[in-house]
């Protein structure tokens, strides 16, 4: 599908252009204290012509036949654009976390490390993360690492998506 990038779109927003619009298909989770399991997934980035774009994502699980089980994760944030493809994102997910993360973006890619994890008091430990996001033939593929539980960071999600 051709993207066009928009007339108002910020300059600092250049190197995470490639992002904008609605991206959907499915994934893969894993951890040690949890059973693996696959998801669908809908990623959405929009801007407004300042030097952030908005972001939503919802997923669900699904069964062997990628058939929805149940609602999943929802996370929405920021995607804060600062001068040569720094990157500050600023997310809130529904399972009682906000978080802060440092990046780069460039060459298709988005590169992004936790600085700052926030829990509330029912929200079960998470500590910290790693997130890579990468244009691959034209769908965003992406990685996320987690410490959490416990456990070291390491591998705890990754996806291909398409552009919608």
């Not at 040690?32 to 809908?42: D, L, V």
């Not at 973006?105 to 829990?119: I, P, S, Y």
């Amino acid at each position: 599908m051709p993207f066009h990038l928009p007339d108002n779109l910020h300059p600092d927003c250049g190197p995470v252009a490639w992002m904008l619009g609605t991206w959907r298909g499915n994934g893969h989770g894993d951890y040690p204290t949890i059973e693996p399991y696959q998801f669908g997934q809908e990623l959405i980035f929009t801007h407004d012509g300042r030097p952030f774009l908005h972001y939503f994502s919802r997923s669900w699980i699904v069964d062997e036949a990628g058939e929805p089980v149940r609602e999943a994760a929802l996370e929405t944030g920021f995607v804060r654009c600062r001068p040569e493809g720094r990157i500050e994102l600023l997310l809130t997910h529904s399972t009682g976390f906000v978080e802060i993360w440092y990046g780069e973006a460039g060459d298709g890619k988005l590169e992004l490390q936790t600085d700052a994890v926030v829990r509330t008091e029912s929200a079960k430990d998470y500590a910290a993360g790693h997130r890579l996001y990468g244009n691959v033939e034209g769908d965003l593929l992406y990685a996320f690492d987690m410490a959490a539980m416990g456990q070291p960071l390491q591998p705890h999600t990754w996806a291909r998506l398409q552009r919608a």
